[in-house]
């Protein structure tokens, strides 16, 4: 697939939800860990409502779709992710605006401003133990996938493993942000919670797409 | 401990539709939404900049407490000990902040700060002028880094008035938003809990369970204020020609009596070398579970002095 349309996407995002609300109990106990416990129910409770508003209204665009999606993450969650999670999808906006379909060189560049976006806002960057450590090493997968081929779910699933060996870095980190702060040396050996959460939004946009194309 | 209810989605909305039903000459609600609650007066002060106050709902009086004449013109709760998103604060500025634009002002939290940075752009997109003042007043945290990485804590309530005093005297925004900062500059906040079982006093401890930065066996009150105003003037440096505003802050099982005992005492100590002018004891907010205090120290100067020099009362207490 070289292209990607309003009514695919919307579609693995749902997918995407529905990957993120089954994967609480997961995220729920790594927190538990090394942090306060909830950002597992704070994922959930975001995802089902932006589940509940991608199955209920209509997008005009591409750029209303992601735009109405980092929003409703925003309103829903608060705290630190709402924002942080909410910019992976407003920050990188002006790469898809105007476009009736996007194509791979698009969503990288989507990602890319994104994540300038999040480290700018967040006052952050790489090694930092935050999902930025996740989201760089996925973007850089993507790219590199991209000198072989222009296909949307294979550079999408290039993403996901990007971002699973980024959350397995995430291990040898000390937070330096957050609540997360607090567990300082206790946090090596876990990998973060925000860096595996970011992983699920990979693997379901990968997996959403991949099901869209077989039927 | 919070009641934890099966509507903690709406823990912020049913605190503020409880609290505008109690006393709805004082407050009335502007949103009682999930996840966020935006509490404002009852009566909006027209043709003067609006102080917006944030930060997460498990805890009182900070913040929903502090919306009163000369204070707040509003707080944004989140849920609990989690940050209220940035539309809820960007709809409360838009709501207030028309006319002579707003201040935002909330303790130095990851959250916080994202979503009221958040909520700045957007206002500033609408052509709404915006200040920003971060509090961060907590003297235990950040130790070998920049003032600016500290947390904040109940020092805020000393900035809430500065700011309700400015904003009375219909200062322009700009202004008044540096004068605050200033005094943020020349703000310190230490925390004390005491275990009665151990024998233990411990300082700095953070309300996440963050362990303290000195530790001391003993439980002599005397020797404990010295301690205090030890800890407290080593970090701050207070110049002779400032004037102290002493607040206690009387965290949840310590009693009454007792923070008024220990007031006198911490003022005792401090007033040996210094100029205290003001002191005040109430539970400003209220938000360890534990016997013990918060004291903060505001170092004025003549202006800011004179700001603070009139009493504001709230529902709860009097600063």
Not at chain 2, 229 to 237: A, G, Y
Request: charged share 25%.
């Amino acid at each position: 697939m070289e292209y990607l349309t309003e009514n695919q996407l919307r579609a693995a995002l749902i997918y995407t939800c529905d990957l993120m609300i089954a994967s609480e109990p997961m995220l729920t106990e790594l927190d538990s860990i090394i942090g306060d416990g909830d950002h597992g129910i704070g994922m959930r409770d975001g995802f089902s409502d932006l589940k509940d508003k991608l199955v209920s209204s209509g997008f005009n665009s591409i750029y209303e779709l992601l735009m109405e999606t980092g929003t409703q993450l925003v309103k829903s969650m608060g705290g630190a992710s709402g924002v942080i999670f909410g910019t992976l999808f407003i920050g990188g906006r002006e790469a898809v605006k105007g476009k009736d379909r996007i194509n791979a060189d698009d969503l990288i560049l989507f990602f890319e401003e994104s994540a300038i976006n999040i480290a700018r806002r967040g006052r952050t960057g790489p090694g930092d133990r935050t999902m930025l450590d996740a989201l760089l090493p996925a973007i850089d997968s993507m790219k590199e996938s991209r000198k072989l081929t222009k296909s949307i779910e294979v550079i999408l699933e290039a993403a996901y493993k990007g971002a699973l060996r980024g959350v397995e870095n995430t291990k040898n980190m000390i937070p330096r942000l957050g609540r997360a702060k607090n567990f300082r040396e206790k946090a090596i050996g876990y990998a973060d919670p925000g860096a595996v959460s970011l992983s699920v939004i990979f693997k379901g946009l990968s997996e959403g797409i991949r099901k869209i194309n077989r039927e | 401990m919070i009641w934890n209810t099966d509507r903690m989605d709406y823990y912020a909305a049913d605190c503020i539709l409880g609290m505008t039903r109690v006393f709805p000459e004082r407050w009335k609600c502007l949103r009682a939404g999930k996840n966020a609650g935006i509490l404002m007066k009852a009566e909006p002060t027209p043709d003067r900049f609006a102080v917006i106050i944030s930060g997460g709902g498990g805890n009182g009086p900070f913040c929903p407490g502090y919306v009163a004449d000369g204070l707040a013109d509003a707080a944004v709760l989140g849920a609990p000990f989690a940050a209220p998103n940035a539309y809820a604060i960007y709809e409360a500025g838009k709501y207030l902040g028309k006319g002579s634009g707003v201040l935002l002002l909330y303790n130095n939290f990851s959250g916080d700060y994202l979503n009221n940075d958040m909520a700045r752009e957007l206002l500033e997109e609408d052509n709404i002028q915006v200040e920003v003042v971060v509090a961060n007043d907590d003297i235990a945290t950040a130790l070998n880094e920049p003032r600016e990485n500290r947390s904040g804590r109940t020092g805020i309530a000393l900035l809430i008035k500065l700011a309700g005093a400015c904003a009375q005297r219909k200062m322009p925004l700009r202004q008044a938003a540096d004068i605050v900062r200033r005094a943020n500059e020349r703000l310190g906040t230490l925390s004390m809990h005491m275990y009665f079982d151990r024998n233990l006093i411990e300082y700095g401890a953070g309300f996440s369970g963050e362990p303290g930065i000195r530790t001391e066996n003993h439980m002599d009150m005397k020797r404990s204020a010295r301690e205090v105003v030890e800890l407290l003037t080593e970090s701050l440096n207070p110049g002779k020609d400032e004037k102290l505003f002493l607040l206690v802050n009387r965290l949840r099982l310590t009693s009454y009596p007792d923070s008024f005992i220990m007031a006198n005492a911490v003022y005792e100590a401090l007033s040996r070398n210094y100029k205290v002018e003001r002191v005040r004891v109430a539970a400003f907010s209220n938000i360890v579970d534990t016997y013990g205090y918060e004291f903060s120290i505001l170092c004025m100067d003549d202006e800011i002095s004179e700001l603070m020099g009139n009493s504001t009362a709230t529902d709860s207490f009097m600063i």
